[in-house]
């Protein structure tokens, strides 16, 4: 696939559930090697996008296509195998489970003949998750679980990462130190759909970003003519 070919490429994207229309003809890219910001306040629409795009949320109308393949109305468990992988909001992780097994999970539709070769990256990556590998993971710390449902979504060698809220719920120290690991992973080769409300942040890491308001996008363009915007910035990020 050429640099010039989207990864991700949306279009007329419209979703809700049932009768409540959420999203109303989204439209968006990503390209291979891209960090890509979706901001908006909460309630904007955004994780409705982020779960419509895995197929948990079904798409009324419009097209995605993903690395050559429609995937608009392809089943959740399909768009995984083609490497398109969530890390959800509020983490999910199996809390009655360990660390090892969470990960273990992670490789059950995509990645098993590697899962032990995955399993040492990232070990290597999030070295706290090896310390605690037969820990339960719900007794993990807020960090340390959305460090395990990053290497539960690695595990099943993503081709675009999505990342919805990673940041929240975390002390400012670990926010700093999860935009740092986006930025690891970026640099790894994978291609990352950042879904946030930390504006500054995401924009420090991103190439180009996206504001949804009401279901909507209201902007679209480089992080830098984002944050060149007085008007944009006051309406949309507050800053």
Known sequence: MSKATPLLSVEGLCSGYGRLAVLNDVELQVFPGEVVALLGSNGAGKSTFASTLSGIVRADAGRVTFDGRDISRAPSTAIVDAGLIQVPEGRRIFPNLDVAENLA???????????????????????????????????????????????????????????????????????????????????????????????????????????????????????????????????????
């Open 105 to 239: 999970l992670g490789a059950y539709r995509r990645g098993g003949t590697r899962r032990r070769q995955n399993m040492d990256k990232v070990y290597r990556l999030f070295p706290r998750l090896e310390q605690r590998a037969g820990q339960r993971a719900g007794t993990l710390s807020g960090g340390e679980q959305q460090m395990l449902a990053i290497g539960r979504a690695m595990m099943a060698e993503p081709v675009l990462l999505i990342l919805d809220e990673p940041s929240l719920g975390l002390s400012p120290l670990l926010v700093d130190q999860m935009f740092a690991l986006i930025g690891q992973l970026n640099q790894a080769g994978v291609a990352i759909l950042l879904v946030e409300q930390n504006v500054a942040a995401s924009l420090q890491i991103a190439n180009r970003a996206y504001v949804m308001e009401n279901g909507r996008i209201v902007f679209s363009g480089t992080s830098a003519q984002l944050l060149d915007s007085d008007t944009l910035r006051r309406a949309y990020l507050g800053l």
